[in-house]
């Protein structure tokens, strides 16, 4: 789980790492991997509505790793570090995918959608940037990885 | 983690074909959902009712899933109606903007009554 293209602990001071993971490329297998990242955040008190949408774009990160990058490969895996500081969360997911990491770049337009002019897929990039504060996706010729921000200041209380 | 498959099943309320929805909506529910709806449709109704209550999961695929549905209705002028989501994912087709296209309810009463056909 080292060598990570992208490492949010130089950018923000001291993180600590609070589970390393990982889960095979199977359909479904998101629900493992999110239910995993809510198990190792259980200490920092996101709960309702945050922890939510945190569990959401862990799904959503894991399940476009184990499509697009491990092409659901049972054999290959998605490795997943869940690390925090005072002040922010962050979990990267990461693939054994080459090259640009392959997200559907288009921004989904529901009125497109319901015309037949865009597909229906495609929401999954999109919900992630709605559900966490910030996002990194980064790669090389042997990884892909989305970094999932999440800021903890104002975040413990539950709720919205 | 076992997947919770899709199960739907169909039933006439006051008038309103309803789709009692149990599981997980993602790309396991396909071929379920699409069964359900067809009953759904083959009785005509104005109205199809979405019970997402047994519903505990909802991808990206599955939103997919809610969108192809969505445009069959509106292609054959029928309202989908969805209630029952938890606050989670009554936030989610907020964002998605299915909520802009298709009413969506706390339970099947409000639901029923904002239908008018109660």
Known sequence: MDQRPSDSRERNGAWRVLRELSVPSEAGNERLAMEKVADAVRDLDIRGENLERLKTAVAEATMNAMEHGNKYRAESFVLIEVSASDTQLSVKITDEGSGPPDFHAETPDLEAKLKGMQTPRGWGLFLIKNMVDDMEVTGDEHHHTVELILNLDGRTEGGT | ?118
């Not at chain 2, 109704?45 to 939103?63: K, Q, R």
Request: hydrophobic letters at 45%.
């Open chain 2, 1 to 118: 983690m076992a997947v919770r498959h899709l199960e739907a099943e169909v039933r006439q309320e006051r008038g309103v074909v309803v789709l009692d929805l149990r599981g997980e909506i993602n790309g396991f529910a396909q071929e379920a959902l699409d069964a359900a709806y067809a009953e759904a449709e083959s009785n005509d109704p104005e109205v199809i009712l979405l019970n997402f209550e047994g519903v505990d999961y909802i991808n990206s695929t599955g939103i997919a899933l809610i969108v192809g549905l969505l445009a069959k209705a509106r292609l054959s002028k029928r309202r989908l109606v969805a209630y029952g989501l938890s606050d989670h994912y009554v936030e989610i087709f907020e964002i998605t903007r299915l909520s802009d296209f298709m009413g969506v309810f706390p339970d099947e009463e409000s639901a029923m009554s904002a239908t008018s056909v109660s």
